[in-house]
């Protein structure tokens, strides 16, 4: 069975400042994806950014990249240049063949300040 | 907006009744899967769909639940005998594919209220 942990319950940031939300996940899978998942308050959780763990280089999308350390089963999001649109609830998740059903962590909940 | 849909969006229910909830796929996606949120937690796995089948179910989803998706496009989730610990948000999501990097679209969710 596959978990996934976060142990930061919140964070907050500064707006324009860079922010690291951290993951780590156990599993004994060899093929895998990792995921980071946004839910805004009382809005549907949408897909921030995705891992494939046979790519050695770290995924980016615009202000949002992510740390994949695979030795260390760690897999952190950076937020850059926050923005007060980006306060929400962050999920980090690990999926795997055939299923690819997502095991989520219990969540981050960032707040970004003025 | 062709997004995932579910209705209702909100249900209260006495303990001991009956209810189903609907998710509507985004059109063309033949994966379809149902999770169970409480506050403060992140969102658990109950069970998927690949087409109309029922592919598999987790641990969580006790007898009293029971999923559908006939004809592989909308999929119900019905609760029987309800109790106070299914009160949660439950969310379903859609993808296309069968690769474990595909994007899961998810929907708003019903949030259930057992009294």
């Known amino acids: 069975a596959q978990t996934v942990t976060q142990s930061q319950p919140e964070m907050s940031v500064q707006e324009a400042e860079t922010v690291t939300l951290s993951c780590t996940y156990d599993?004994?899978?060899?093929?895998?994806?990792l995921f980071w998942y946004k839910q805004p308050p009382s809005r549907q959780m949408i897909l921030v950014i995705r891992?494939?763990?046979?790519?050695?280089q770290n995924a980016t999308e615009n202000r949002f990249s992510v740390n994949f350390q695979k030795a260390a089963k760690s897999f952190s999001l950076k937020i850059s240049d926050s923005q007060l649109g980006d306060a929400a609830m962050y999920f980090c998740?690990?999926?795997?063949?055939?299923?690819?059903?997502?095991?989520f962590g219990t969540g981050t909940r960032l707040q970004v300040t003025l | 907006d062709t997004g995932v849909s579910q209705n209702p969006r909100h249900k209260i229910t006495k303990r001991g009744q009956n209810v189903t909830f609907r998710c509507d796929p985004i059109?063309?996606?033949?994966?379809l899967y149902w999770y169970r949120q409480t506050l403060g937690q992140g969102p658990e796995f109950l069970t998927y769909?690949?087409?109309?089948?029922?592919?598999?179910k987790s641990r969580l989803l006790s007898d009293r639940f029971s999923a559908e998706r006939p004809k592989g496009s909308f999929s119900t989730l019905e609760i029987q005998r309800t109790e106070q610990g299914d009160s949660a948000m439950y969310l379903c999501?859609?993808?296309f594919g069968s690769g474990g990097q595909r994007e899961q679209y998810f929907g708003p969710g019903t949030r259930l209220t057992v009294t």
């Open positions: 059109s063309e996606h033949n994966r």
């Open positions: 999501a859609s993808s």
């Open positions: 891992q494939e763990a046979y790519k050695q």
């Open positions: 769909f690949q087409n109309e089948a029922q592919l598999e």
């Open positions: 599993t004994s899978e060899s093929d895998y994806y």
């Open positions: 998740a690990f999926s795997a063949p055939p299923a690819s059903k997502l095991t």
